[in-house]
């Protein structure tokens, strides 16, 4: 099942980020395994290596994208995904962005802990550990 992990989910893993980075942990640990076809949208991978570098250093930062882009298949930001992202409803223009990305990349769904943001989508929105319950029950 293709899911497209949000930016959060993927830094509270990590930074650690308790209480959080235990369910998103075990998430990364279903794309480790191939239960999930994990997806990244390209913006964040940007994100990611910025925050990283900030806070661990450039170096750290590589290694962690590096680890990304061999485990997450990257869903891109087209034209045609940004131009979708303007006319939606959503009140982010980032959160707009990924959902069209998502969209895009044919996701079921979109695993993110600000699923507020997400009352637009068009796919299925859940935090980490309500998809955690979901896949236990497919």
Known sequence: MKVLFDTNVILDVLLDR???SEPAAQ???????SEI????????ITTIHYLISRILGRNAAKKHIKSLLSLFEISPVTRTVLE?????????????VLHESAVHSGAKYIVTRDTNDFKSS?????EPIQ?????KNL
């Open 84 to 96: 979708n992202a303007l006319v939606n409803q959503f009140n982010d223009f980032e959160d707009s």
């Open 18 to 20: 308790e209480p959080f």
């Open 27 to 33: 998430l990364m640990s279903k794309v480790e395994e």
């Open 122 to 126: 068009k796919i299925p929105v859940f």
């Open 131 to 135: 998809f955690i319950n979901i896949m």
């Open 37 to 44: 076809q994990g997806f990244l949208c390209a913006t964040t």
